[in-house]
């Protein structure tokens, strides 16, 4: 099992551009978080699903969307990025049975330029 | 507020030697308490968590952390550590939103180095 993979790794933005952030999990589990990490504040919840369909906000939803079309993945976008948005960002996964033992991707690290 | 605090940055111990690292907590309602471990480049892993029961709770890789109600604190302890447990450690706290359902909100992260 791959578990919970994101795409891309690395990415350079101009503020203003628009980008899409991919998470993917083969677990089939029920819940899907995005995070982001920022030095000194660690990780701060943005959005999250608890199934297929449905979306709900975090701590720091302004400036992203995101959408949960399909179980396996959760997509996260940006539609006009912002030099604050420069982050690592992290996706992870969980059973809707343990929702705080999460699986977490490698991260994607955005700057915004 | 419901919050969680690490208030070290950074734990230094020497390889071989008993660590902990700190955590403190503000919820109302019973705590659901959790630590995770990240190291260099690669996303959180969970290590434990407390639920209920015991106060003193055992995890991966050797790990164990006390809960301590009236200190309102969960230390991760560790009776002797590895040069391969330097990483960066959160703690987190089970936390009620807006939306009325529940979600983790993690502590600032305390870096571990332990020296050869």
């Known amino acids: 099992n791959a578990g919970v993979t994101q795409t891309p790794k690395f990415r350079v933005l101009k503020t203003g551009q628009s980008m899409t952030l991919l998470c993917a999990q083969d677990m089939n589990h029920e819940y899907m978080y995005w995070y982001r990490q920022d030095p000194g504040m660690g990780l701060r919840l943005i959005h999250y699903?608890?199934?297929?369909?449905?979306?709900a906000k975090g701590e720091v939803p302004d400036g992203y969307n995101v959408s949960r079309l399909k179980k396996q993945n959760f997509l996260l976008g940006l539609e006009s990025a912002a030099p604050s948005q420069t982050s690592v960002y992290f996706c992870?996964?969980?059973?809707?049975?343990?929702?705080?033992?999460?699986?977490f991707g490698p991260g994607t690290r955005l700057t915004v330029t | 507020a419901q919050s969680v605090a690490q208030p070290e940055d950074q734990v230094n111990v020497a390889e071989g030697n008993p660590l902990t690292v700190k955590c403190t907590y503000s919820v109302s309602g019973n705590p659901y308490l959790f630590w995770y471990v990240q190291y260099p480049n690669r996303g959180l892993q969970f290590l434990l968590k407390?639920?209920?029961?015991?106060?003193l709770v055992k995890g991966s890789y050797g790990f164990e952390a006390e809960f301590n109600k009236s200190q309102t604190s969960f230390h991760l302890k560790k009776p002797s550590a590895l040069v391969s447990d330097s990483a960066l450690y959160f703690c987190?706290?089970?936390?009620?939103?807006?939306?009325?359902?529940?979600?983790?909100?993690f502590g600032s992260g305390t870096r571990l180095q332990v020296q050869p």
């Open positions: 992870a996964s969980s059973y809707s049975q343990s929702p705080y033992e999460q699986y």
């Open positions: 407390y639920i209920t029961g015991d106060n």
């Open positions: 699903s608890v199934g297929e369909g449905t979306t």
């Open positions: 987190a706290v089970r936390v009620a939103m807006d939306t009325g359902r529940r979600a983790l909100t």
